[in-house]
Every structure is written in C-alpha cells, then in structure tokens.
C-alpha cells in the first residue's frame, strides 16, 4: 500500500472516530494495525516523516504509547539537530508536539497533555500571528485540556478567541461550536471536517463571491491562504521532492500577488495595507526567484538581493507617511529591513566613536517605537530585545546582550507564562550567553531549569537544550 493511502485511511478512521462512529473506526484500524510491519518499509521513501506521523498516531490509537512516543521523539531530536539549537517552528515540529499531546491524553496525563499543546500552540503563533485560522484546533484542544484541569475560566478565554477567528474567517454563524476539535483544523455547522488549509480556501471562496474581487478583506483571506502553504512548503526543504516544495512556493507568490493587486485597486498605492503586501512579497522574493527565472537576482554590494529590499522600503516609506514614524507597523518594516542588512555591513554608531552592525540602528528604532506604542512589558518588545540581543551577540557586545536577553525573560515569564515554549527559547539563548561569559554555575542552573520545564513536557529529560 503506499504511502498516501496510510496516511489518508488513517486520517479518516481518526475523523470518523471524532465524529462517534466507533464501530467504523475500530475497523479502519485494525486493517491499518495488519499493515504496520510494512510501515517500516516506507521509511525510505520520500516522505518519511509524513509516514511516521501516520505511524505514531496508529500506534496511539491502539493503546502503544511507548513506541509511538520513540517515534516523536525522534522526529524533534532531528528537528533539534539540524537547528543546532532549539526546534525551529516548522510543520514537523508542530505537528510532533500535537501527536505527543494526544499521547498524553491517552495515558490519562492531562497537565503534560496541556503543556505540550499550549508549546504546539505558542509555535503556531510564532509562524502564523495571533488570528489566522491554523490556530483554531490548537486554541480548542488547550481549551479543552484545560477544561479538563479545571481551569474552565481560561480554558473558556480560548475557546472565545477561537470562536472570534472563525467567525472572522468563515463569516459569523458559519463556523462549527465543536470544543476539543483536533489541531488540523475545525468542524463546520453540518459536522463536515474542515483542515486549517481548507479553512483558508473557503474564507478565500465565499468572501470572493460575496465581497467582489475588489474587496480588501479578500486580500487579507488570500494572505492567510498564503501562509498555510508557506508553513508546509518548509516541510519539503530537507527531502527529495522539491518538486512539493517549489509547487507551494509558486502558490504562495500567486497568492501575494493577488492580494497585492487587490488592496492596489481598491485601496490606493499608498495605503498601510499595500505596505503589508509589499511585506509580503519581498519575504518571499528570495526563495522564488530563482525557480522563476533562469538569471540569478539581482543584488546590491551586500550580496542580498535588490528586489527584497527595495520592495521592504517601499512598505517603510507607505506606512511612515501613512500612520506616522512612531506606528508599530513602521516597527515592523524596520525589523524586515534589518533582516536583509548583510553580515559584514557597518554603520557608526551614536556614541563611542566605534562602529556596530548595521542591523542594530534600526532594531533599536523598533524596540523604541514598541515600548511607546505598546507598553514596556509587551511580548512585541520581547521580541525587538531579543533581536537586538543577538546583534550584539555576534558583534562580541555580551554585557549588553546579557542585560537585553533578562529584560525579554522577564517580559515574557509575566505575559506568556513560565512554562511556555517562547520562555524555553530564551531560557535557552541566556544560559549559552552565561556560558560564553564563563560564568558556568549559572549558565548550568538556567540549563537545569530549561531542562525542567522540558521534563514536563516531554516526560523525562529530553536532549533539547
């Protein structure tokens, strides 16, 4: 049997199951349970990963959680390898979080359960922003874990924030009410199972032909389908199928563009939301051109490619005049700036007499436009100090990092919490700075906590850190 169909019978005995037709489930899995030594044989096929999630989820549902958890396990420790530091936020790692949650629940540890889907969901926030449909089955199933837990009070925050994006994106009334639905995505008002990526086409469907091609809020539909697939393109970055990754790569571009043509037209060229567009477009201009043209970019004395460039200060320009220089969507286009900044560029900086990388100018505008516009202890300027951090980092600047890093962990212990996966992150990047330093007995007691707080999750020391 190949590949695909695994997955796909798999995904609908787990579907049907949701849905209270146990009876059909129950026998969709014991056929997939005669297949499971052939699994072993599809490892090396070109989409390995894709089947060991199958495989792991078949291995939950039938009551073997050991062997399915080794199979995770082994998907994050790869994930964490090939980053060198923490598991970066791609499709794999989300999806290995979500699988080991539902490991958690099946052997009735409900806080573990929650923990890991709340760094599942923390991930999704990471890529995709705080209202895109791809965190609907996350915010639910924590809602739900929390529920659990009796924590109805928070539990009950998320469902309503889950409930705001989807009226947002499927239109109020539209969406389905069902807590607890699975991470990929949400059941509608007949029962019909919708994945996140669906979602995103649908929204982009019915506002198509309710609100005419003209319609801004189109665009902004056509921005989150966009997303979606960038988020799974990743998936296909280390395997033999380019060919996957350069299909979801060519529908991310077209679909910017659509959205870029859309707000043009019907908003202006010197609207903010163009701005967003031209955002857009330049953050995926390097990935793309390439597989578009035969001729390498054109590029600037840095080596970065013009394109990008031009099109993140044509954004900087529009939302300056727009909403003011103090906006935090002029904080935004600074961070893409600084992104392309090369490694080797240097301005002067303000005092001292010395020079500093060319990034670290404009990451300290959008920190101090953040902390006007949202308040000192905002998650966003969490971020910007974290950014500065690792300039100054790089540049050899570690006493001022230092101090840097401390203020993003505190920021983030107060609004996100102790235990979630954005404080694992700097938790992580401050014990490394401490170790730099030599100072080593802190360095060690920051790695002890990190380490902790990765045992509640995962279960045991899991080698992240």
């Not at 902004?220 to 389908?225: A, G, H, I, P, S």
């Not at 401490?434 to 990765?454: M, N, T, V």
Request: aromatic share 6%.
């Amino acid at each position: 049997m190949a590949p695909r169909v695994v997955i796909v019978r798999n995904n609908l005995a787990a579907t049907w199951e949701a849905q209270g037709r146990s009876g059909d489930a129950e026998r969709m899995y014991q056929d997939l349970v005669e297949l499971w030594p052939r699994l072993a044989l599809l490892a090396d096929q070109p989409e390995p990963v894709v089947v060991e999630f199958a495989a792991a989820r078949l291995l939950a549902a039938r009551g073997a959680h050991d062997p399915a958890e080794a199979i995770v396990r082994r998907v994050l420790q790869e994930a964490s390898d090939a980053s060198r530091f923490f598991p970066p936020a791609t499709a794999d790692v989300v999806e290995a979080l979500d699988v080991l949650a539902d490991i958690h629940v099946g052997r009735g540890e409900a806080e573990r359960a929650c923990l890991t889907a709340r760094w599942a969901l923390g991930l999704r926030e990471t890529v995709f922003g705080p209202d895109h449909p791809a965190l609907l089955g996350a915010l639910r199933r924590v809602a739900h874990l929390l529920g659990v837990l009796g924590e109805s009070a928070a539990g009950d925050c998320h469902e309503a924030r889950a409930r705001r994006i989807e009226g947002a994106a499927l239109g109020e009334g539209a969406a389905g009410t069902v807590t607890g639905a699975p991470p990929a995505g949400i059941w509608d008002s007949r029962g019909r199972w919708i994945p996140a990526g669906a979602v995103c086409e649908r929204a982009v469907a019915m506002r198509t032909r309710r609100l005419r091609r003209s319609s801004g809020d189109l665009a902004e539909r056509l921005d989150q389908l966009a997303a979606s697939h960038q988020f799974y393109a990743d998936r296909w970055l280390n395997v033999s199928k380019d060919w996957r990754r350069r299909e979801h790569e060519h529908e991310v571009q077209r679909l910017y563009e659509r959205a870029f043509r859309i707000r043009r037209i019907h908003l202006g060229p010197r609207h903010p939301d163009v701005g967003t567009s031209l955002d857009h477009r330049a953050a995926v201009e390097p990935r793309t051109y390439a597989i578009r043209f035969t001729v390498p970019p054109v590029s600037d004395a840095s080596g970065i490619s013009a394109m990008p460039r031009r099109l993140y200060q044509q954004a900087l320009a529009i939302r300056e005049a727009a909403l003011g220089p103090e906006d935090p969507a002029v904080a935004v286009s600074l961070h893409n700036l600084a992104s392309l900044c090369g490694d080797d560029e240097r301005v002067a900086a303000a005092e001292g007499g010395r020079s500093e990388p060319a990034r670290c100018p404009l990451y300290r505008r959008a920190l101090a436009i953040r902390e006007a516009a949202l308040g000192p202890d905002h998650p966003a300027v969490a971020e910007a100090l974290l950014c500065l951090a690792r300039e100054y980092i790089a540049d050899g600047g570690k006493a001022e990092a230092d101090a840097l890093v401390r203020r993003a962990l505190s920021i983030q212990e107060a609004a996100l919490g102790i235990d979630d996966v954005r404080v694992a992150r700097t938790l992580h990047t401050l014990a490394q700075l401490a170790h730099d330093r030599g100072r080593f007995a802190e360095g060690e007691e920051l790695r002890g906590r990190l380490r902790s707080l990765q045992q509640q999750v995962f279960g045991e020391v899991f080698p992240l850190a």
